[in-house]
C-alpha cells in the first residue's frame, strides 16, 4: 500500500479531497513499453481536473482509496510477484510503501474510516476482510458476517460508526460496527441493490435496473425507520445511466449518478436534488435532462471510479 502527503489545501487547491470524484486511471503504453498508472480527482463545481502520479511500482488491479489528506493504493497484481503491499500517500512527504496485507487481494473493496482502512472480499472465505490501522502501521483480520457473503461495494455509515454490507446472494443488509468490531443483521430481504449506493439524510439509495439493465428509478431505504420509500420523479432526463453508475452524495440534499464512458474517455454524470415529501416519500428532481460530460486526455486507456 501506499501513500502521499503534501498539505491538502494546497495539493487539491483549497479543496476538501473527500468532496471530490475519484479515479484511477491508466494510460497507454509508451515507447519503452511501460504501463503508467495515475490519481485522478475531479471537482464538479469547478470542472476542474487534479492530476496526481501514482507509486512508479504500483501493481495492476490496485484499489485507491482517500482518508484524510493521505491516499492509499492497496492490493494489486505484479508479474513474479507475491507480496502484496501497499502504498499510503502523504500528501506532503510523498509516496512510502506500508506493511504488506495478510492476504493477496485483487480489486478488493475498500473504504477508510477513524484513521483506519476497511478490506473487504467480494466473495466469503477465509480471508473475508482486513484493518489497516494507520497510526501503528499494522494488519488485523475483520470477522466476518454470520453468513458466507457475497458482497456488494460496502458503504460507509459514519454517523453511526457502522459500514453496511450487502449479500448479494440471500439479500441480508448487514451493519458491522467498527467501534464494537460486531456485526447485525439489519434486514433479511433488503430487495435489490446494484453493485453501489451512498447515504443522503439518514436514507439509503441504491441503484434498480429492469432486465434489460437499464435504469429504472432509485432504490430509497429509511435508516432510522427501517422502511423502503417510495421514490417520485417530477423531471424527466434524455439519457439512462448505464449499468455500474456510481451515487455520489454531494450534500444539501444533492446527488449525483455517474459512470464512464470508456468508448469516448469520459466521465457522465446527472445531478439531482432529492428530499422526503409530505407523504413520507421521497421526491427526486433532475438538473438538467441530459448528463454533464468531462472528456479525459487521450492517452488514458481505462478509468475506474473509487
Known sequence: MSGDTSDSSSYFDGQDPDELIRALVRKRPGTDGKIVHGLHFFDLESNKVFIKAMPPDAPSCSTVVACGNHVYVIGGIRENDANFRGYDADLERGWR???SMLFPRAFPLVLAADGKVYVFEHWGSESFGEVYDISGD???PLS?????IDLSVPVLDSSRSRILVHCDASDTLYAY???RKSWVCLEQKFCYWSDSATIVDDVLYTLIY???CKFRSLEAY???DKKHLPVKWSSEFS???PL???PYRLGNGKLILGWVNQFRKRFEYIRFNIWCNEQGGIHAVAEHKSAISVPYPEDISNIWLF
Open 144 to 148: 466476518p458476517p454470520p453468513e458466507d
Open 138 to 140: 499494522i494488519w488485523e
Open 210 to 212: 429492469n432486465y434489460s
Open 97 to 99: 510503501k506500508t506493511t
Open 177 to 179: 460496527y467498527y467501534d
Open 239 to 241: 439519457v439512462a445511466p
Open 244 to 246: 455500474g453508475s456510481t
Open 222 to 224: 429509511n435508516l432510522l
